[in-house]
Nanobody
């Protein structure tokens, strides 16, 4: 059974940093696309970053230059380094995985087969 488990969320002041982790367990057939989504108080789940070997990393404009997505295949872990955090980054962050190639942050959440449970990030001004 495939499981994705996020960690690393918390509360931070504006300008601070956090690193989110997403550990993948179970046989994922080599997930070809990994992604981070976030869901704020409006309950809209937005794709913010993806990573795949064929396309590399993609980012939504609002996080570009501040967030970095990466993956450690030896540890089966996906990361999201978040710097220069702002209050509007406050949300629940989810990792997701898909076995197909070619993902982009604008892809619909319905293409992703596997999801974590989410981790809360709160940024205060």
């Amino acid at each position: 059974q495939v499981q994705l488990v996020e960690s690393g969320g918390g509360s931070v002041q504006a300008g601070g940093s956090l690193r989110l982790s997403c550990e993948v367990s179970g046989y994922l057939f080599g997930a070809r696309c990994m992604a981070w989504f976030r869901q704020d108080s409006t309950l809209v789940r937005e794709g913010i970053a993806t990573i795949s070997r064929d396309i590399g990393a993609t980012y939504v404009d609002s996080v570009k230059g501040r967030f970095t997505i990466s993956v450690d295949n030896n540890k089966n872990t996906l990361y999201l380094q978040m710097n220069s955090l702002r209050p509007d980054d406050t949300a629940t962050y989810f990792c997701a995985a898909d076995r197909r190639w070619g993902c982009h942050y604008s892809d619909s959440l319905v293409r992703f087969e596997y999801w974590g449970q989410g981790t809360q990030v709160t940024v205060s001004s």
